[in-house]
């Protein structure tokens, strides 16, 4: 059974950081298509950061150049590093997996950005 488990959201001021983790288990983990998607209310999933088996990324322009995803095999785990943070980053954050054109969802992590 594949188990993805976020953590670290919380509530951080604008010009934070923050750093999800999302821990897998039950997956080949190192072939996987990794990636972090987030949901405000009364809006779409959309996404916000990938990362391929071979260590290629790919940011949602909203996010570029303050958002970093990284993966680490060793541990089964995606990081997504965010910095300089704003309200409008504010949402319930979702790990996703892909392996052979089946995704798999974490729970999901609450990031709240305000002062």
């Known amino acids: 059974q594949v188990q993805l488990v976020e953590s670290g959201g919380g509530l951080v001021q604008p010009g934070g950081s923050l750093r999800l983790s999302c821990a897998a288990s039950g997956i080949n983990f190192r072939i996987s298509a990794l990636g972090w998607y987030r949901q405000a209310p009364g809006n779409k999933r959309e996404l916000v950061a990938a990362i391929t088996g071979g260590g290629t990324t790919n940011y949602a322009d909203s996010v570029k150049g303050r958002f970093t995803i990284s993966r680490d095999n060793a541990k089964n785990t995606v990081y997504l590093q965010m910095n300089s943070l704003k309200p409008e980053d504010t949402a319930v954050y979702y790990c996703?997996?892909?392996?052979?054109?089946?995704?798999?969802w974490g729970q999901g992590t609450q990031v709240t950005v305000s002062s």
């Open positions: 996703n997996a892909e392996l052979f054109r089946i995704n798999y």
